[in-house]
C-alpha cells in the first residue's frame, strides 16, 4: 500500500477483554515500531521488530502486552485483560532496513488505533 | 519517565514571527530525529541529524544538532498557518539500540 494502515481504527472494549490491534507497514519495510500515545504527549515505545525477530520489548508496560510479526510484515498488538488505563492511541512505524542505530530511519507512521476500555 | 525534555511546551506567534524549540537529552544521542504532528493527524518525519554540531535546512527550517550530542533546536522562520502542529524530537537514549524516545514536544499555535 501508499502507507501503514492500521486496523481497526477505532475499538472500544469492555474491562477484562481481549484486543488484538493491526498493523500492515509500508511493503519491503524491514523495521516496525509499536508506540502508545496518551493524549498531548510524545510517542511512548512499546516494542521494535527487524523483519520477524522482536529486538526490544522493554517498553510493554507489563505482561498483558505482546506482539508478533510472525512473517516480517503485519504485526499484532495484544493486550490481555484490557484495564481502563490501557486507554490510548496505539501506534505503529515501518522503516526501511537500518545496518546500525546512526544510520538512516525514516519511520513512516500509522493513523493509529484509538483504545477505549471502559 | 520522559528523559528528552522539550521546551518551551506551547507557543503561540503571530503569522510572520519566528519559532524555535529546544529539545534536551539526559544522554548522548547517536542520532537525532524531528517530527511534525497536525492536531488529530500522525507523527511525519522531518529530519535526522547524526553528526555533532550539524546543521541542516529545509526551505523555512532550520535544524540543529549540539556539539555534545545531547541537544538540539529547530528554528522556523516567518511561521505560516500551515506550520501549525506538534513538533517533536526523538532519539535513541542507548547507543546501538533502535529505542527511540520520544520528547514532550512543542505545540505551536500560529495567529494570522
Known amino acids: 500500500g501508499a502507507g501503514v494502515s492500521q486496523s481497526p481504527r477505532y475499538k472500544v472494549t469492555k474491562r477484562g477483554q481481549d484486543v488484538a490491534l493491526r498493523c500492515d507497514p509500508i511493503s519491503g519495510h524491514v523495521s516496525l515500531y509499536w508506540y502508545r500515545q496518551a493524549l498531548g504527549q510524545g510517542p511512548e515505545f512499546l516494542t521494535y521488530?527487524?523483519?520477524?525477530?522482536?529486538?526490544?520489548k522493554s517498553g510493554l508496560p507489563n505482561d498483558r502486552f505482546s506482539a508478533e510479526r510472525p512473517e516480517g510484515s503485519i504485526s499484532t498488538l495484544t493486550i490481555q485483560r484490557t484495564e481502563q488505563r490501557d486507554s490510548a492511541m496505539y501506534r505503529c512505524?515501518?522503516?526501511?532496513?537500518?545496518?546500525?542505530?546512526?544510520?538512516?530511519?525514516?519511520?513512516?507512521f500509522g493513523p493509529g488505533t484509538r483504545l477505549t476500555v471502559l | 519517565g520522559q528523559q528528552v525534555m522539550q521546551i518551551p511546551q506551547y507557543q503561540h506567534v503571530q503569522e510572520g514571527e519566528d519559532f524555535t524549540t529546544y529539545c534536551n537529552s539526559s544522554t548522548t544521542l547517536s542520532n537525532i530525529q524531528w517530527y511534525k504532528q497536525r492536531p488529530g493527524g500522525h507523527p511525519v518525519f522531518l529530519i535526522q541529524?547524526?553528526?555533532?554540531?550539524e546543521v541542516k535546512k529545509q526551505k523555512r527550517l532550520t535544524f540543529q544538532f549540539g556539539e555534545a550530542k545531547k541537544n538540539s533546536s529547530l528554528h522556523i522562520t516567518a511561521t505560516q498557518t500551515t506550520d501549525v502542529g506538534t513538533y517533536f524530537c526523538a532519539g535513541p537514549l542507548t547507543s546501538g539500540t533502535y529505542k527511540y524516545i520520544f520528547g514532550t514536544g512543542t505545540r505551536l499555535k500560529v495567529l494570522a
Open positions: 541529524l547524526v553528526k555533532s554540531g
Open positions: 512505524a515501518s522503516s526501511a532496513l537500518q545496518l546500525a542505530a546512526s544510520s538512516y530511519n525514516e519511520q513512516f
Open positions: 521488530f527487524n523483519y520477524e525477530a522482536q529486538q526490544d
